[in-house]
């Protein structure tokens, strides 16, 4: 037995947007051609802000709608044995709510997974791909999940989840097809920015914002132990020289550093 073909398309599959040209600079192409939508997809709260918060708030001061996944809640992580992890779970996405709020994104949306159990599985690939169906974000930004060595499971399985659900699956309406159900069209993003990279092609200047960065990274109360801004701005300052003098010429506080992937469509 054979399927029936469908029938070939003629209207064009992304009336919004031109495909960007890969030799210019990725946000000045997709702002010139695109609708300037982002979807950051990050494993615990605060992750978005230490790798990308320059970027996210730089995204957002030039009229990007960016939308936040998170794919825990970060319910671990506590040295304190009254804790638990519901408890610590609804401090940590308030902190993560004001956080995002400092930015400029939308309210971060988060899927639950216990922190330290996520898995690159079927399940959070789906998850995924309805989020990215229903934002039609043109840039993701999410962990490095191949980078090589050591990195923590959530961060490594959260990133190939990604991955995973923008290609092939999203786009193509044959994978978790009950998001039909919901008027969600297939979506494939034009780009990816990979954070906690090891071999970084593409680097953002988030003086502008570097402020705005602390902030929302202070925001995160639980996870900061008191240090003030200007505490922040000299360990960040301090680390940044150790590791030029160690070789790394271009190390700064005032950049952040991504894997640029371009997804043809
Ligand atoms: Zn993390």
New binding site residues.
Partial sequence: MTTQPSTPRTAPRYPEAQNIDPKGDLLDELEAKAPKRALAV???P??AE?TSGGLLALLCSRGWDVNVVVT?S?NKGTKDPEVTPQYLAGIREDEQRAASAILGTHEPVFLGFPDGYVHEDDELRGLLVRQIRLHRPELVIT?DGFRPGFN?R??RNTGRATYDAIFPAADDHLYYVLDKEEGLEPFRPQAMLLAGTRDADYHVDITPVFRTKIKAILAHVSQIHGRTEEDTVKMWEERAQAARESGDENASPYRESFTKVLLRR
């Fill in positions: 990050f494993a615990h605060d992750d230490f825990t970060g962990w923590h959530d961060h």
